[in-house]
């Protein structure tokens, strides 16, 4: 009975492969040793709201800033709609410049929806 040539190679090359990898995990524990591990400044899960952060406090100036911009578009696209005679274009530019802004703000969508509605566009709306 003859020994496939595959089972020889197999044979020769097993303890060279056990070595490799060997050393692979050697080499591998070496450069976890060597890593600098990465930490926090802060837990966010141990993180106090009513104490804010410098993140937070630029977060809710962002904020304050986005609302004001909000709010204007949504004044000026307001004024535009009730204005004699209406002046729909811009009005629907403000209400669009209100949702670029903010695309969760309902009250463009309720201007734009009132807009359309004024048009007899009520696929748009």
Not at 6 to 21: C, D, E, N, S, T
Not at 71 to 77: D, F, M, S, W, Y
């Amino acid at each position: 009975m003859s020994v496939p040539k595959y089972a020889l190679r197999l044979a020769v090359a097993a303890p060279a492969l056990a070595l490799i990898f060997a050393a692979g995990g050697a080499l591998q524990a070496q450069q976890d040793k060597s890593r600098i591990p990465v930490t926090r400044q802060e837990n966010p899960l141990t993180h106090d709201p009513r104490r804010p952060d410098a993140y937070d406090l630029e977060l809710e100036q962002q904020n304050a800033v986005q609302g004001k911009e909000v709010e204007r578009a949504l004044r000026e696209g307001n004024e535009a709609t009730d204005a004699t005679p209406p002046r729909y274009d811009d009005a629907e530019k403000f209400y669009q410049e209100a949702l670029k802004l903010n695309p969760k703000e309902a009250r463009a969508y309720l201007g734009l929806g009132r807009l359309y509605a004024a048009q007899n566009r009520a696929d748009d709306a």
